[in-house]
């Protein structure tokens, strides 16, 4: 069986991996692979600190990729003889003043009724685990099972697995024969024939002539890595994410001693680097590590998230030749192990977990998609 997987982001490559490993012959069409989403992103794998209020059916998902996590990484790293900056240290979520302190307690007992494993602890208690901390941290949480990935480590590295599968080329148009998907057309006029065309495509989902027009939206991120002087190093040894007047930063270690910072969350329209988002970035983290100001900046990116209406991804069947696997917002590099089995049990023809496929299925939105099907 052959499979065109279109999009070489986290999702795509890991889906088509799987796919490989269980026999199937894969071809990746994208014209610049590891460029999009997955190579902005931070990595954090953080299904306690992602939880948020009002996002339930995520939860689940966010647990079960975790669980994933250890033996995907290692799987990956063996199989590619590649590094994945991999860090299974726990996460700091500190808060700035009484309000950020307000707001931690209560995510706090959301988090502990769904069985997260935390530790609320004193602003004091944190600066003896991290001194760089600054004195506005009020208190802070202990998460041990929040960890952290390098994405363009994990990228390069599935690449490598599949390098003589990659083809630099975009999709134009899905190719049918009326029925059913067939294969795609690429914007060379080349068309690749398949029993199954897999659609990762992120944000850029709806340029493809023939897909249904699902209800993706494009989030921007602004994400800023750091170089840390020799002086400073290490700044933090944490994950540290921090609440800052009810907005969320993070700073990420890299094993290499660089730091990311982020994220911005802008829907803007504007797909270059957000200089009121990088002052925030830094203003906010300021207040949470202020040493980071000390470091030099050496590389500054924004890339575009497909978000879907409830922050969850689509992941379903488009007709019996097409399956689409989008939608992943804030959350592609924590559930890429999770996406890529549901996406490849729906490629394959496998029943995967009822549940969580339900959970996903874009027919949620069916009048949505009926509304801008362009077929």
Request: net charge neutral; proline share 5%; aromatic share 4%.
């Given at each position: 069986?052959?499979a ?12 088509a991996?799987?796919l ?25 794998l953080?299904p ?15 647990i079960?990729?975790?669980?994933l996590?250890p033996t995907f990484a290692?799987?990956?790293a ?25 707001s931690?307690?209560e995510?706090c ?18 600066r003896?685990?991290e ?7 009020t ?6 099972g ?21 083809v ?8 049918s024969?009326?029925s ?11 068309n ?48 540290i994410?921090?609440?800052?007047r ?25 797909d ?10 830094l203003?906010d ?14 590389d500054?990116?924004?890339?575009a ?11 379903g ?32 023809g496998?029943?995967?977990?009822a ?7 874009p ?11 362009s077929?």
């Open positions: 069986m052959h065109v997987v279109i999009g070489a982001g986290i999702i795509g490559l890991a889906t991996w799987r490989k490993k269980d026999g199937w012959s894969v071809t990746i069409v994208d014209p610049t692979p590891g460029n999009g989403a997955s190579y902005a992103a931070a990595g954090m953080a306690a600190s992602e939880v948020v209020w009002g996002q339930s059916p995520l939860y689940s998902l966010m079960a990729a975790a669980q996590y290692e799987e990956l063996t199989a590619s003889g590649h590094h994945l900056g991999y860090a299974q240290t726990e996460t700091l979520v500190c808060a700035s003043d009484a309000a950020d302190r307000q931690l307690r995510l007992a959301l988090q502990t009724s769904l069985g997260l494993s935390l530790e609320l602890i004193a602003g004091t208690q944190a003896a685990l001194p760089a901390l600054g004195p506005g941290v208190a802070a949480v202990r998460i041990e929040d960890h952290s990935i390098d994405p363009r480590r994990m990228t390069d590295a599935l690449q490598a697995l599949l390098t003589e599968s990659i630099r080329r975009r999709v134009a148009a899905l190719a024969d009326g059913r998907t067939r294969g795609v057309a690429l914007a060379n006029g080349q690749i024939v398949a029993d199954q065309v897999v659609v990762c495509a992120g944000a850029d989902t709806g340029t493809i002539e023939g897909m249904p027009r699902l209800p993706l939206r494009s989030v921007w991120g602004d994400v800023v890595r750091l170089s840390v002087p020799r002086r400073l190093q290490p700044i933090v040894t944490r994950t994410r921090g609440l800052v009810g907005r969320p930063v993070y700073l990420v270690p890299r094993p290499d001693g660089t730091l990311v910072l982020g994220a911005s969350v802008r829907e803007d329209g504007v270059g680097i957000s200089a009121g988002g990088v002052h925030q970035l203003r983290i300021e207040r949470v590590v202020p040493s980071v100001l000390e470091c030099e900046i050496t500054v990116t924004a890339r998230r497909p978000g879907s209406p409830d922050d969850l991804p689509l992941i069947r488009i007709d019996e030749g097409c399956v689409v696997s989008t939608g992943y917002f804030r959350h592609g590099i924590l559930l890429a192990p999770l996406g890529a089995q549901l996406t490849a049990d729906l490629t394959r496998e029943s995967g977990d549940d969580m496929l339900t959970a996903v299925d027919s949620r939105f069916a009048q949505d998609i009926r509304k801008g099907d077929r």
